[in-house]
């Protein structure tokens, strides 16, 4: 087996300089890092006896963290300003274009797919109980309601123009159902005092006995657009603005 000789360090007296004068130089660092805290931090930061001194940094400081404030009038980077259309009072496109489709499955010629809740009767005065009238909107044409378990051949758009539209019971979406609202001044669905039952618009109606109108998972084709719930007139904890038990093919916006 074969063993290498041991080394042999020989110190000269330049390399003994060197060292001193390195550690003369650590020395010296860290003396005028110790007078830079003092003039950061003051000198409690090494008075043992006034206890520990309250590190005034925020998270990010403390984390390294670089933070720019944001001024109203700017944006993050890569984001779009979109101007605010809401009460604007100009028509609404989705309401002024011609009526002239017909619905894509079905036999009924005549069936009217677009209604607009005010030819139904609705005021939207605030005062005035919309309800009947909106229902009668949804309900229109023989629609697939309960016990109907699907139904794609009798689709609705139920139109709000502007407008509070006072209720005293739910609204019910229909399947393949669309609450659309004026989107340059949202209508506004307002549960009156006396209202009774789960939400103000309700996707999916529950039975006395706890079984809902559609099943979950096959509860389909709905969308609500444009509109201010209001349920403030209503006594706390009797109603929801929404009750959304829905599946595929569904939105809500705005």
């Given at each position: 087996?074969?063993?290498?000789?041991?080394?042999?360090?020989?110190?000269?007296?330049?390399?003994?300089?060197?060292?001193?004068?390195?550690?003369?130089?650590?020395?010296?660092?860290?003396?005028?890092?110790?007078?830079?805290?003092?003039?950061?931090?003051?000198?409690?930061?090494f008075n043992l006896s006034r206890g520990p001194r309250k590190d005034t940094r925020t998270k990010e400081q403390r984390l390294g963290v670089q933070v720019q404030a944001q001024s109203d009038n700017s944006a993050p980077l890569h984001?779009?300003?979109?101007?605010?259309?809401?009460?604007?009072?100009?028509?609404?496109?989705?309401?002024?274009?011609?009526?002239?489709?017909?619905?894509?499955?079905?036999?009924?010629?005549?069936?009217?797919?677009?209604?607009?809740?005010?030819?139904?009767?609705?005021?939207?005065?605030?005062?005035?109980?919309?309800?009947?009238?909106?229902?009668?909107?949804?309900?229109?044409?023989?629609?697939?309601?309960?016990?109907?378990?699907?139904?794609?051949?009798?689709?609705?758009?139920?139109?709000?123009?502007?407008?509070t539209y006072a209720v005293s019971r739910p609204l019910v979406m229909l399947y393949y159902t669309q609450f659309i609202g004026d989107a340059n001044n949202l209508p506004v669905i307002l549960g009156l005092p006396n209202f009774y039952?789960?939400?103000?618009?309700?996707?999916?109606?529950?039975?006395?006995?706890?079984?809902?109108?559609?099943?979950?998972?096959?509860?389909?084709?709905?969308?609500?657009?444009?509109?201010?719930?209001?349920?403030?007139?209503?006594?706390?904890?009797?109603?929801?603005?929404?009750?959304?038990?829905?599946?595929?093919?569904?939105?809500?916006?705005?």
């Amino acid at each position: 087996m074969l063993r290498r000789q041991p080394t042999k360090i020989t110190l000269v007296q330049d390399d003994v300089a060197a060292y001193d004068a390195n550690k003369l130089k650590k020395d010296q660092e860290k003396s005028q890092q110790q007078r830079a805290d003092l003039n950061s931090y003051g000198d409690s930061r090494f008075n043992l006896s006034r206890g520990p001194r309250k590190d005034t940094r925020t998270k990010e400081q403390r984390l390294g963290v670089q933070v720019q404030a944001q001024s109203d009038n700017s944006a993050p980077l890569h984001t779009t300003n979109h101007v605010k259309r809401y009460g604007s009072g100009t028509p609404y496109w989705f309401s002024e274009i011609t009526r002239q489709g017909k619905v894509a499955y079905g036999t009924n010629s005549s069936y009217v797919v677009w209604r607009n809740v005010m030819d139904y009767g609705a005021k939207g005065d605030g005062v005035t109980d919309d309800t009947d009238a909106i229902n009668n909107a949804t309900y229109d044409g023989n629609r697939c309601a309960y016990p109907c378990e699907s139904q794609t051949t009798t689709p609705a758009i139920v139109y709000f123009p502007p407008g509070t539209y006072a209720v005293s019971r739910p609204l019910v979406m229909l399947y393949y159902t669309q609450f659309i609202g004026d989107a340059n001044n949202l209508p506004v669905i307002l549960g009156l005092p006396n209202f009774y039952g789960i939400a103000l618009l309700d996707s999916d109606p529950y039975l006395s006995y706890g079984v809902s109108w559609w099943a979950n998972q096959n509860n389909m084709w709905r969308q609500v657009r444009n509109f201010v719930l209001d349920i403030r007139q209503i006594p706390p904890g009797v109603a929801n603005c929404l009750h959304w038990q829905v599946a595929q093919g569904t939105s809500l916006q705005n």
